[in-house]
Each structure stands twice: as structure tokens, then as C-alpha cells.
């Protein structure tokens, strides 16, 4: 496992060339968002996301969202509505994840056996860089074991992650996969991303975060609103 500290803002394009490079051969990051530290793989690889679900003891049927460098990305993978559009808009980058209707033929990663794809485009520069570096989306899920509270800093994340199995030797395979770690320290406390689903005839607000409903309904107007 190596670490890339982003400390230094002359360490970021190492880190993110690093970064892309591990998520080429199938590798496994952790690294940090605008909101928490996430853990990254290609998002259409079955194999790189089985690696996250493994890492973190989630059930495999719980979806796992990505992050795209832009809408154009989304658009590869996912059919983007109007809704949508006046969401990225008004609150891309930021912290909004947009649930769509993914593209026909889109079967691989994150999007097997479902009919919808997560995106966010986070406003953080890491996140950005490796997106345009990496050319694909690559997973945005949380850097937590399954059912704990995420930790702000990379120290206490390993060692939740090293520590919810009762098995060293499964433990030990599973951090592993873990190729690199990008530091940027302890991260403020922040609300994780509101999640608005767009797939359907209506937008439904499936988790609140850091975006508030209100500003959401405020910006679509009463045409959506109960």
C-alpha cells in the first residue's frame, strides 16, 4: 500500500497520476471528496467493484454510486433529463448525487443487474484531475466497513477497515486491495451528498445531505413539489 500526501499542492498531479494508473489495472484507491474519503475502482469493472464490496463488507445488492468528470461522461453511461440538467447546473460540482436511467448495453461494474446509475461530480480538484486523468467514472462509495460510521481521517479509516472482520487472514486479503492512499488529512465534518433520483416521470429526493430539499424544490419550482 502507498501513500500520496496531498499536503503539498505540488504533490497533486503525482497523486493523480498515480491514481488513474492503479484504477487502470483494476486497483483499488482511497482517497478524499468534498464531503468524505471514498474508496475508488473502476466503475465498469466487475472485478475492480467486487474488490470495493469486498473491502467493505457491503451486500453486493446495496448499489455503489461513481464520480464523472463531467455531464458529457454521465451521458456514455446514463440517460440525462432535463431535471437533471437544471440540478448539475445550479449544484454541479457539489455535493449532489444524480440516480438515472442507465443506457442500454450498460450491463458491466456498478451497473449490473439494476436500471439506474449514481453520478456526482464533487467539487474537490483531486476528484476532478482524476476524473479527466482516468478518462472513466470510478466509484464514489464511502470509505467505511458496511454499517459504520465513516471516519475523516485516512489512520482511523484503515483501521475500521482492517478491523471489522474477526478473520486476519481475510482482513489481511482485503486491505490489500487497497493500492494507494491519497492523504489530504482530517476532513471537516460535512454531511454526505443529497441524493435526488431522476430516472423517473418525477424527481424524488432519496437522501437529504449536505444540499437541502429546500433548495432543491426551490430551484425545480412547484411543478414537481406534492
Not at 2 to 18: F, G, P, Q
Not at 131 to 145: L, Q, V, Y
Request: proline share 6%; charged share 25%; aromatic share 6%.
Amino acid at each position: 500500500m502507498e501513500i500520496c500526501n496531498l499536503a503539498d499542492e505540488k504533490k497533486m498531479s503525482e497523486c493523480v497520476k498515480k491514481s488513474a494508473q492503479v484504477l487502470r489495472t483494476g486497483g483499488v484507491i482511497l482517497f478524499p471528496t468534498d464531503t468524505l474519503y471514498g474508496l475508488g475502482a473502476d466503475a465498469f469493472s466487475d472485478e475492480a467493484v467486487e474488490k470495493i464490496y469486498a473491502i467493505k463488507g457491503r451486500d453486493e445488492h446495496k448499489p455503489i454510486h461513481a464520480i464523472a468528470s463531467d455531464i458529457a461522461m454521465m451521458e456514455e453511461y446514463a440517460e440525462v433529463p432535463d431535471v437533471a440538467h437544471a440540478l448539475a447546473k445550479e449544484f454541479i460540482p457539489g455535493a449532489l448525487t444524480l440516480i438515472l436511467k442507465k443506457q442500454d448495453g450498460v450491463e458491466a461494474g456498478i451497473a449490473r443487474g439494476i436500471s439506474t446509475i449514481g453520478f456526482r461530480i464533487p467539487n474537490n480538484p483531486f476528484c476532478l484531475k482524476l476524473a479527466k486523468e482516468f478518462g472513466k467514472p470510478f466509484t464514489a462509495t464511502s470509505a467505511n466497513a458496511s454499517g459504520q460510521k465513516p471516519e475523516r481521517n485516512v489512520k482511523a479509516i484503515l483501521q475500521q477497515l482492517g478491523g471489522f472482520s474477526h478473520s486476519n487472514i481475510l482482513q489481511n486479503v482485503r486491505m490489500r486491495e487497497i493500492m494507494l492512499v491519497v492523504d489530504a488529512g482530517e476532513l471537516p465534518e460535512c454531511q454526505p451528498s443529497t441524493v435526488v433520483d431522476c430516472s423517473g416521470k418525477e424527481p424524488v429526493i432519496l437522501r437529504e445531505g449536505a444540499i437541502p430539499p429546500a433548495e432543491i424544490w426551490n430551484l425545480l419550482g412547484s411543478e414537481f413539489q406534492d
